[in-house]
């Protein structure tokens, strides 16, 4: 394939070797766009700065405007981009395939090995950069505190990149020199024997046109063709990267055709996640490094052995796919064994399902009669895990690459907070999110809500965007916060004491933004008012959304609740729902996937909506539509309350409706301080001005009491009560009785 003039979007771009090729290509001037459900805020902060597009949703449809969909390989085959793109026609490469089309027709220099890849490309390319040497990069990694970017594009002749054998595509590169650092069995999914994986390496040597460079001992066990050059070096000295650093050398010297000082490397910034120190006190020293592999562990080990010696050394570990942890769980345990104490977090399968023999009991029991204390990763098993410790000097480090450096962040934050939550969040999130994320700590909901009663919220934020919103989830998740999704607050109380959670409010950035699809359908997120969506449609002739003009709410709140009005529901005009699951995986799902009914949506209750496809029913004038707008207003200004109110404060029962029952039993003006039932509307609790939520709660209480004793029927409320439930808060409606005024 050609490049040039081609135009990529990238499914996965936030991975760690998607990333840096996406930011590669934009610099190089292609058309660059891309998605990933799992975006972190620093690796979008790189691809933006490189001038990638970065789509928190992008649809089908809109693939129609690249020629080619690359894609990682921990997508599953069936993700939605990789189905529309199949659909309509598009090239479709996994990011393997897409670097070999890149480096084709360059003077590629391949780092190659099962571990060890991007320390060694990250050297190299440091070197390239400090010593003025003309090569490309492209790593499969960022730099510690981002101190290069991970890429570089010159239009030099010379590519440096990291050719990964996990997926097999090292079979479409043909570099002309190879960097082999070693050749240890890995990714049992994809080679079933380590003559599998070395068969794999000694094919690339095969298409290698000049240059092997390996270890002196790895010598013997590498097949090179006659024909090309080889360059060795003896084995390095103590140190973690050490050997790591003399390869980078020997690389740059070939790219460079000339000797450089052995100290040409010495301020290495390191690369992000590999020996990186997270915090140093007298008593305590916190790293983390991504090592996975039995053979790295034991390097990591003997590392901070020599490092801090003079401490204990507990490692907390993450087993990384349960493949792997089949294959090495014995190798693993016994690596691990060469530290003091050890801990070990969930096993992180990537993509996989479970496999018999990897899981977490087959792991536990290869330690023998005396296995690991395994964590929670919440709040919980950090406070396990610091109970555990003991008081001694300690170095404690966070291995594996899954998200354990998650867990080892929050639990830094804690340690640093004294494990005082408040302090801890905010110490844990400030430099994870994007600096436009609204945080607070203790944040009054009154003037959040249209009820204007209740506590504050003990955490509270604002997202800019799914980076910011995924990343304050998984700290509520660390920290173990409940967390609760606020609209416009139209159909919510919150009570006197708050809410001991966290809230979050889509106020801004991507949950306001709405555009117009073809078909006549609006595409709209979830912080949008329905008024907005009302008025859109009617613009551009769009009927059947004129019901949702006078509904004080906003996208995501009405999906949850199936929002309806004059007989119609916001269902009626759905196509699509953008979910984020109670798991945490992102769904674009179709109406037929919802289970929807009056004032509820299973699916949406236990998650979050993001934004929703809309279609219109049908066409219509603009001038017939404001029509239509006009009547259903001038009907709610005449039935409702103006005074603040949460809206219909009980669910009509079965056959009747709520509202009439009030009226009907002449409750309407009943009062417990400034709460009162509305004589406008018998179904509106209002705010005379000053009226607490234990006002209201008492008042929904007496009128479903007095309401059940005189008809027999049971009026169930519909507004939500925030982190309480009101079948707990109003006790059995059977035992309050007929006149009880609380």
Known sequence: MVLEGKSFCFAGVGGMGMAPLAAYLAAAGHTVAGQDDYLQTEVRDTLESAGVDVRDFLFSEELNAFDVLVYSSA???????????????????????????????????????????????????????KNGLNADFILGGFFAHQAHAPYRFSGSDWLVAEVDESDGTIGAFNPEATLVLNLDWDHADHYPDAAALKSAFKDLLERTTATVLAPEDLREHLTVPEALSFKSWPPAGKGMNAANAIAARTALELIGGQELEQSCLDDFPGMARRQTCLHRDVLLAVYEDYAHHPTEIEALIEHLRTTEPERRLAVVFQAHRYSRTRQFKDELARALGGADQVFLLPIYGAHEAERAGGEMINFTMAFGASPPTVLPMTGLGMEKLAMGLGDEPLTLAFVGAGDIHHFAAAFVSQVRSGFERANAWLDYMTPRVSKTCTMKTDEPLANKTTMRVGGAATFYAEPENMSDLLTLLRGAALFQLPVFSLGRGSNIVVPDEGFAGLVLRFNSGLWRESRRLADGRLWVGAGVRLKEVCGQAAKAGLAGFEFLEGIPGSVGGSLRMNAGAMGSWIFDVVERV???????????????????????????????????ILRSPEAETGAAIRERMDSYASVRKASQPREPSAGCICKNPEGDFAGKLIDTHGLKGLRVGDAEVSDVHGNFIINKGAATAADIIELVRQVRAKVYHASGQVLEPEVLLLGQDWDVVLGDLKEVGEGDNG
Not at 107 to 120: C, E, F, P, Q
Not at 583 to 602: I, W
């Open 75 to 129: 997508l599953r085959p069936d993700h939605p981009l990789l189905q529309g793109a199949r659909a309509v026609g598009l090239k479709v490469m996994r990011r393997g395939e897409l670097l070999a089309e890149v480096a084709a027709g360059r003077r590629l220099l391949a780092v190659v090995g099962s571990h060890g890849k991007t320390t060694t490309a990250g050297l190299i390319a440091h070197g390239l950069v």
């Open 578 to 612: 953008q979910l984020l699951e109670s798991g945490g995986a992102v769904q674009d799902l179709p109406k037929a996937a919802f289970h929807f009914g009056y004032r509820k949506v299973e699916e949406i209750s236990q998650g979050i909506a993001l934004g929703a």
